[in-house]
């Protein structure tokens, strides 16, 4: 696939301007990058900052003719053009990305370098929809190979395992220029599906099988008889029965209703039987049931006193009646008064006395700590200048200890590192150095002379931090 550039025409009125300025800092054998930077920061993908960083660490230019380059392009250019003028510079570049990342040339480009041979249309249509799906991230790779290995009978396109590996690495690196361009692929891949949804795909369609589809009655000449034409002899004749085992057919069905009369009196006796037992059953598991289900509280048992009086009164009624003698009184017996115990008195306890804290120190005990869990990911995005120090008291091996987490974070998924790398650049110690690179290049100064009026870095440690970003690549 050839690489289109841009061309300084994309830029429409404002082409002799751009050539202006490259030729003003003799920079006409790198007009092609410096283009495409200038493309980029129209296009709202960089600013001055990172367009001077990758002017310094790209193009090998001198942090003075860098910074003095991407200030003058923001000033003199960038400032002056309208935001008509700007849609239309727009159009003109996603034209030309249009045409380098056509969705058509790229599966071209696959099918080529894996050696896949689609036997027709069908099977092409299958191949880059499941490549498209990928680049507009529908589909992570797992699922891609999964269509992309499947029989060809149930759906896929029948990839052996070896192409499909030699495909997964191009797709990555290919994945991973559209990101570092910040090329919209998901929108040219949409735009080129509608444009050939009418077109050449028109009349491909998969093969569509209705299973519940009734299956197709037999035609006249496949020995079907219609009309008046049909009578017994040509049925039986068609079906290949003989008459003779036809006539035969009142007999069985005489001697099949006999038997079933003479068995359904017992049937009928077992069924009977069966229900009964079953509604013995069904009764007992009801009540069960219901004793087990019941809500009512069973009565705690009678104070035990009260019976044995209920006891002996009969008994002494009885006695009464038989030998007339009237019992005498029973003798109040003297009731001894309790006994007057001292009750205990508590111990005395020596009071309790609070240590007592001056009133203008808060106590530990409401100081409350929210808990959160941490991951690799939110430890970048909260990184400091005071972890970079602690990682280590070199900056380049502590710049090198950070590369490291995003390594791992790559081992795990190219998306992770992504993520990590912009949660790196949304963390204080990115915004610390963000912020002394656009003060140099708004005012001209020299990064030294910047870092002795706000000592928040180190020479060393702005230096290792700058290495840091020049690799922080998508």
């Known amino acids: ?191 080129y599906e509608s444009q050939f949804k009418s077109g050449e795909f028109k009349d491909v369609k998969e093969e569509e099988i209705d299973v519940a589809a009734k299956p197709e009655r037999l035609s006249s000449e496949e020995g079907r008889t219609v009309s008046e034409d049909v009578t017994i002899d040509k049925l039986l004749q068609a079906k290949g029965i003989e008459f003779e085992k036809l006539s035969r057919k009142e007999e069985i069905k005489k001697d099949l209703l ?52 209920k006891e002996t009164e009969p008994k002494e009624q009885e006695a009464v009646k038989e030998t007339g003698a009237v019992l005498p009184a029973a003798m109040p017996q003297p009731q001894t008064p309790p006994s007057q115990t001292k009750p205990l008195e508590p111990e005395e306890k020596q009071p309790f006395l609070k240590k007592s804290f001056p009133a203008a120190r808060p106590r530990v005990e409401d100081v409350k700590f929210a808990s959160k869990l941490y991951g690799p990911i939110d430890e970048l995005a909260a990184f400091k200048i005071e972890d970079l120090r602690r990682l280590s008291k070199n900056p380049q091996e502590a710049v090198n200890k950070i590369k490291d987490k995003l390594e791992l974070l790559e081992e795990e998924s190219l998306i992770k590192r992504i993520e990590g790398i912009k949660a790196l650049k949304a963390s204080p110690l990115y915004k610390i150095y963000a912020d002394i690179m656009n003060k140099a290049i708004k005012e001209g100064k020299p990064f030294d002379q910047v870092l002795q009026e706000n000592p928040v870095l180190s020479p060393e440690e702005f230096k290792a931090i700058m290495e840091l970003n020049k690799s922080l690549k998508y």
């Open 258 to 309: 006999e038997k079933e009369d003479s068995f359904a009196p017992q049937a009928r006796a077992w069924e009977d039987k069966a229900k009964e037992g079953q509604s013995l059953l069904a009764r007992e598991i009801e009540e069960k049931e219901d004793f087990l289900e019941s809500k009512e509280e069973i009565a705690p048992p009678p104070v035990i006193k009260e019976e044995i009086k």
């Open 1 to 191: 696939m050839n690489n289109q550039k841009i061309k300084s025409s994309d830029f429409g009125s404002f082409e002799p301007d751009f050539l202006a300025l490259i030729s003003r800092y003799k920079l006409e054998e790198k007009k092609e990058d410096i283009l495409k930077y200038a493309a980029e920061a129209i296009l709202g993908k960089t600013d001055e900052v990172a367009m001077a960083e990758k002017l310094i660490s790209d193009l090998k230019l001198d942090f003075g003719v860098a910074a003095d380059f991407a200030y003058d392009l923001r000033v003199d250019i960038l400032e002056k053009i309208k935001k008509e003028e700007i849609e239309a510079i727009k159009k003109n570049i996603k034209d030309r990305e249009a045409q380098e990342y056509s969705p058509l040339a790229i599966s071209d480009e696959l099918i080529k370098k894996i050696g896949y041979k689609p036997k027709d249309k069908v099977f092409r249509k299958r191949f880059d929809d499941a490549i498209f799906s990928y680049l507009k991230d529908i589909r992570d790779m797992e699922e891609l190979e999964d269509i992309l290995t499947r029989s060809t009978k149930i759906g896929g396109v029948g990839l052996s395992k070896d192409a499909f590996y030699d495909l997964e690495n191009l797709l990555i690196d290919k994945k991973k220029e559209i990101s570092e361009k910040g090329v919209d692929m998901a929108k040219i891949i949409s735009d």
